[in-house]
């Protein structure tokens, strides 16, 4: 069985980024979202993403992204994935990927069995499918809330083969998570913070040690 994939999301200083390398994650995640702590601009991203090239899988997090933005964030961070964690629509998922010529990730908010019943039609036209912890109605940010979903609700769903699993994940519930839910990756952020925004080097590599445990 090959090991759990894991996306480190959310880094913005070279020492947090080398950390997530030296411990052995398989992506990371830069957060292009001005009312995150973990906003990073496009140009430091881009110098992130060429500290990390040809070790890791680049991924900038966009939100409901105009063409401008996408085409920007394309020539600045030259990501091997986009993840879109806004409301984008089937068909805008589908248009970003063309206008990118890069993979996309589309990430749907599960709080009920209902919020399950988009994945075929965003995994028609997405590379992959993220399921994260649907946020609550006034939150400001819509991920990187540190909460978890009900994982049981995943039995019912018909999932593509590549899919990843994220919400309020930590070193001490990542192995259950696992074992109910069988995922194949991991998206892990505040689970590995000492603050909001402030990565903590030692929880990262707790969090990928007890994810391959
Ligand atoms: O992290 C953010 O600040 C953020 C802002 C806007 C959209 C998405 C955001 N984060 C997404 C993620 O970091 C993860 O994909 C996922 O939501 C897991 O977060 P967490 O529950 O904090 O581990």
Known sequence: ?????????????????????????DLVGFVHFPK???H????RAGALSRQAGGRVQRVVLLV????????????????????????????????IRRLSGRPVMKAIGVAAASDLAAV?????????????????????????NGLVFDWAL???ATLPTDWMLSGGLTANNVRDALLLTGTPALDVSSGVESAPGTKDPAAIA?????ARG
């Open 1 to 25: 069985m090959r090991p759990v994939s894991v996306k480190i999301c959310g880094l913005s200083t070279e020492p947090t980024l080398d950390a997530a390398l030296e411990s052995g994650a």
């Open 36 to 38: 995150s702590p973990r």
């Open 40 to 43: 990073v601009s496009l140009e």
């Open 64 to 95: 409901d992204p105009d063409d401008a933005l996408v085409t920007a964030a394309v020539e600045a961070i030259s990501p091997d994935l986009i993840q879109l964690h806004g409301h984008e629509s089937v068909e805008r998922v589908a248009a």
């Open 120 to 144: 075929p039609a965003y995994a028609a036209v997405a590379d992959r499918i993220l399921l994260d912890a649907k946020p609550p109605k006034d939150a400001v940010l819509p991920g990187g």
């Open 154 to 156: 995943i039995a019912q």
């Open 206 to 210: 707790a969090f990928i040690k007890a």
